[in-house]
C-alpha cells in the first residue's frame, strides 16, 4: 500500500481510483465493510482504490481536549489497512484551510480536480466540507454532474448493536475484549516502536519492553495477559498499560514482558494483542510489594494461556 501525504500529492497513476472516505479509527467492521465494497468497484472497473483519512481528525482540530481517545495509533491504523489490500492511502492533514473548505469546493477540488474518482464510497451518515454540510445526497447529485458514482452503506450490526468507533471505545473503555474483537474481527492491539526505559522492571525480576503513548488509551488501563510480535516472532507475555502510579509518573506506557528470549529489540516495531484483562493499575506502597504482584500477573497470564 502506498503512502500519500495530502491530495496534493496525487499523480496521474492514482487517478480515476474508486475512493473511500472516513477516519477510520480501529479499522472495525463497519470500516471493513466500505472498504470491500471500494475494493469490489475498483475490481469491477480495473481501476486502483484509494482510501482517505484525515490527521488530526475533525474532532481532534476543532475540540483537541474534548475529543475521544484513539482506538487506534496512527502506526497501527496504517498495519491494519495495509494488509487489507488497498492500493493506496491518502493521508490528509486537516487544518483551517481544510476546515474552511465547503463542501462543493472538497468535491471538486479534491475528489475530481486533484483524485479523478471514478467512484466514491462513504458510510451513510459521513459528513464533510465546511460546517459538515456535504453529505451523500450532496454526493450523489454532484457526481450525477461530474461524472462518478456514489455509494452509501448502511450500518454493521452485531445481533442488536451497531459496529460503531463510539460502541468499540465503549467496549475498550470496559476492558471487554470479546467483545471488543467481535467489533474488530480480530483481537483489539496497538502497535508502537519499542523505547529505552528505566529498566526498572529488569531489576525487579521481570524485564519489560516499552512503548510510549503519545495520547491517552481508549482501553482501560491495567493488567493483560498478551501475545506479542516482534522480530518476525510471537511471543506471549503480561503487559501493563498505564502511568505506573506507583513511581509517581503520568505518562500513559505499555510494559510488556514476554516469555521467552526475545534478543535485541530497542527500536524495533511491535504489536501487541490483548486478550485477557487480569486487574486494574493499582498503586503499592514499595517496590518489593510491586514485585510480588507482577510475578503474580505473570503466573496468571501463564495459567490464561495454558487454558
Known sequence: MELIRGYRNLQSRHRGCVLTIGNFDGVHLGHQALIARAQALGRE???????????PTPREFFARDKSPP???????????????????????????????????????????????????VIGDDFRFGHQRTGDLALLRAMGAELGFATEGLGTVALGPERCSSTALRQALAEADLARAEAMLGRPYEMTGHVRRGLQLARKLGM????????????LRLGI????????????????????????????????????GEPGELYGHPMTVQFHKFLRPEEHFDSLDDLAVQMQRDKADAIAFFAS
Open 70 to 120: 484513539r482506538i487506534s495509533t496512527f502506526r497501527g491504523k496504517v498495519k491494519v489497512l495495509s494488509e487489507l489490500g488497498l492500493d493506496c492511502m491518502i493521508i490528509q492533514r486537516f487544518g483551517r484551510a481544510l476546515a474552511s473548505m465547503s463542501a462543493e469546493d472538497f468535491v471538486r477540488e479534491v475528489l475530481v480536480g486533484a483524485a479523478g474518482v471514478r467512484a466514491v
Open 224 to 259: 493483560y495477559a498478551v501475545r506479542a510480535r516482534a522480530n518476525g516472532h510471537d511471543y506471549e507475555g503480561v503487559a501493563a498499560l498505564g502511568v505506573r502510579p506507583t513511581l509517581g509518573f503520568t505518562r500513559c506506557l505499555l510494559e510488556t514482558h514476554v516469555f
Open 45 to 55: 472497473a480495473g481501476v486502483p482504490v484509494a482510501l482517505m483519512a484525515f490527521e
Open 207 to 218: 524485564p519489560t519492553t516499552n512503548i510510549f503513548l503519545h495520547r491517552p488509551p481508549a
